[in-house]
């Protein structure tokens, strides 16, 4: 992630809160936050690299100004079949003829303070890459950091 292309991002927070699950495990002060940083790779371009500061439980959409469009869904979770474990749920659509057309849904599991990865085959027969880098805490926020053409 050491190289970034001009970006104009959109962003759009939904945050829903906590669930009972999450908050049993939060400090009785505030629900715990997570970074996620991310880099998506889509033929070999990269796309975007969004940076997602979430609650556990939250979820977050964000558009990245490629030339058609791109639309990323985050809900992060805790993944109980870790220790300090979270789960990110991604889904991920295109803009086509003035609509959003869903090409890939994958989910992340890693421990907090780690990495993980995927590489899959979307829907339009495209390659995709997701790296994903989750640390502790922050404030739920979101930031962005480049991307380039679909």
């Known amino acids: 992630m050491s190289v970034y292309l001009p970006a104009i991002m959109s962003l759009l927070l939904?945050?829903?809160?906590a669930g009972s699950h999450c908050e049993a495990r939060a400090?009785?002060?505030?629900?715990?936050?997570n970074k996620v940083e991310l880099k998506i790779v889509r033929d070999g371009a990269v796309i975007g690299t969004p940076e997602l500061t979430l609650q556990v439980g939250s979820s977050a959409t964000m558009t990245l100004?490629?030339?058609r469009g791109f639309r990323v869904q985050a809900r992060l979770t805790e993944d109980d079949r870790l220790v300090d474990g979270r789960k990110l749920d991604l889904d991920l659509s295109v803009r086509q003829a003035g609509d959003w057309?869903?090409?890939a849904w994958p989910s992340l599991s890693a421990r907090v303070g780690s990495v993980s990865s995927?590489?899959?085959v979307d829907a339009d027969?495209?390659?995709?890459?997701?790296?994903?880098?989750i640390s502790a805490g922050g404030n739920a926020t979101l930031q962005s950091r480049g991307n380039g053409e679909v």
Do not use: C, N, Y
């Open 65 to 67: 100004a490629t030339e």
């Open 27 to 33: 400090s009785a002060d505030r629900p715990q936050t």
């Open 101 to 103: 057309r869903r090409v």
């Open 14 to 17: 939904f945050a829903s809160p």
């Open 125 to 133: 027969g495209r390659t995709l890459i997701i790296e994903m880098r």
């Open 118 to 120: 995927v590489s899959l």
